[in-house]
Nanobody
Framework: QVQLVESGGGLVQAGGSLRLSCAVS????????MDWYRQAPGKQRELVAT???????KYADSVKGRFIISRDDAKKTVNLQMNSLKPEDTAVYYC????????WGQGTQVTVSS
């Protein structure tokens, strides 16, 4: 079955960095775009970044220039390097893929203190 397992969240001070990783199994990883979403308390889940199977990337305006999405096809992982973190980046971050339907990871908490 399809599994997405995130890791790398935690508590960091404003201005700091974190790197999230998502290990993917159960699909032909190289065939699909991968996404990172986030959901802050009381807010809707929002798309943060996308990387296509060809390596093209797209970012939400709120993270452009600070976050970098990447993928390692050999390891079947997708990563999110988060720099210059702000308190408003505090959220649960989810890995996502849609091969034939939506699949989500369990989420990893990122907390940025001011």
């Amino acid at each position: 079955q399809v599994q997405l397992v995130e890791s790398g969240g935690g508590l960091v001070q404003a201005g700091g960095s974190l790197r999230l990783s998502c290990a993917v199994s159960g699909i032909a990883f190289t065939a699909y775009s991968m996404d990172w979403y986030r959901q802050a308390p009381g807010k809707q889940r929002e798309l943060v970044a996308t990387i296509t199977n060809a390596g093209s990337t797209k970012y939400a305006d709120s993270v452009k220039g600070r976050f970098i999405i990447s993928r390692d096809d050999a390891k079947k992982t997708v990563n999110l390097q988060m720099n210059s973190l702000k308190p408003e980046d505090t959220a649960v971050y989810y890995c996502h893929v849609r091969p034939w339907r939506d699949y989500w990871g369990q989420g990893t908490q990122v907390t940025v203190s001011s």
